[in-house]
């Protein structure tokens, strides 16, 4: 690394930072919930490394100094807003008969991270339990837990990203980790797919996109915990247990001619997670569109959590063709509909 990068013109800078672009995208969105702040905070982050190449010296490594901009960005975003949540909470949920709410500002949900910018290391940082527990935290917090948990800084570096002690990054850090501690499953997904292996978690997803582009609820609800959760943001409502989801379902999944569901879906992941990707069927033109991305959290064999978020702003991120894996798993009773 040169002591200084003051004559480094634009086309070098760009190899020069084109390394560390991915997982700085990965790092902004665990900071701030949302794909779509991370890509503003990344944009922030290497116009401001570009317009600052003249006062680094090289006392810090690019990665670090690096960081610091993005993670200065992130709090800058952070500054005056509420933080990110999921539909949830304690009780018994909502009542599955009552009409459905009107959606609350996309701004107010944690939203799900494509798979296709994450590198291998970064997927238990992302999982939605993950990142829903983080947003938890105070900034500053959710900051130093970040660079030393999920980056592997050291303290010290830690305190200088930040422009801080180190006594009160650990004194952060310490409060961090006793939080996440209470909020956070005791497995990851990530430990739970492992132990499950990939041809069975393969299996597992196929029987539930079979059971949702069948429509049969029995079978949806069969593979689910007692007490699972099904959410649907930007909506503001969650259900929770057997018994509320599948009265929930019949009236969500429709009546097509052909099918019994106005819905088709298809295997994919997204957050780390197996996900289904579904498309609702538009009287109008006969095709099936885009329509809503369910992010399935498993215990064991059974799935405890589905989250189905809903609407263009998310949902223009994964667009159909490229998010799909393995399409030996997509679980289609005929032909896939039309794109």
Request: aromatic share 8%.
């Amino acid at each position: 690394m040169p002591e200084s990068l003051a004559d480094v013109d634009q086309g070098s800078f760009a190899k020069l930072v084109e390394p560390y672009r991915t997982e700085l995208h990965a790092h902004c969105y665990r900071m701030l919930g949302s794909v779509h702040d991370a890509d503003d905070a990344l944009q922030e982050t290497l116009l401001g490394a570009w317009r600052g190449l003249s006062g680094f010296e090289g006392r810090s490594s690019l990665r670090s100094w690096l960081y610091t901009i993005a993670t200065n960005a992130s709090l800058r975003i952070l500054e005056g807003r509420k933080r990110r949540e999921l539909p949830g909470g304690s009780g018994n949920g909502d009542d599955p008969r009552a009409p459905l709410p009107e959606p609350l500002a996309e701004s107010a949900w944690i939203e799900p991270y494509p798979d296709e910018l994450l590198r291998y290391e970064d997927k238990e940082a992302v999982e939605l339990a993950y990142v829903a527990a983080l947003q938890l935290l105070p900034p500053n917090q959710r900051a130093v837990l970040i660079l030393c948990e999920a980056l592997g800084f050291s303290a010290r570096e830690a305190a200088e990203i930040l422009e801080t002690s180190v006594a009160s990054v650990n004194s952060a850090l310490q409060r961090a980790r006793a939080t996440l501690e209470r909020k956070l499953p005791t497995r990851s997904q990530q430990e739970t797919l492992r132990a499950l292996g990939d041809e069975r978690s393969r299996e597992l997803v196929a029987r539930f996109v079979n059971a949702w582009n069948n429509a049969d609820v029995a079978a949806i609800v069969a593979m689910m915990t007692e007490d699972a959760s099904f959410s649907m943001p930007p909506l503001p409502l969650w259900f929770k247990g057997r018994d509320d989801i599948g009265t929930f379902i019949p009236p969500l999944l429709g009546a097509a001619e052909a099918s019994g569901s106005n819905w088709r879906f298809e295997a994919t992941t997204a957050s780390a997670q197996p996900a289904l990707i579904g498309r609702r069927l538009n009287p109008g033109t006969g095709q099936y569109e885009l329509g809503a991305l369910m992010v399935l959290t498993f215990d064991g064999e059974l799935i405890a959590s589905t989250t189905a978020f809903l609407g263009r702003h998310v949902l223009g991120r994964f667009r159909p063709g490229e998010v799909l894996r393995d399409r030996s798993v997509t679980g289609w009773s005929g032909d896939p509909p039309d794109r």
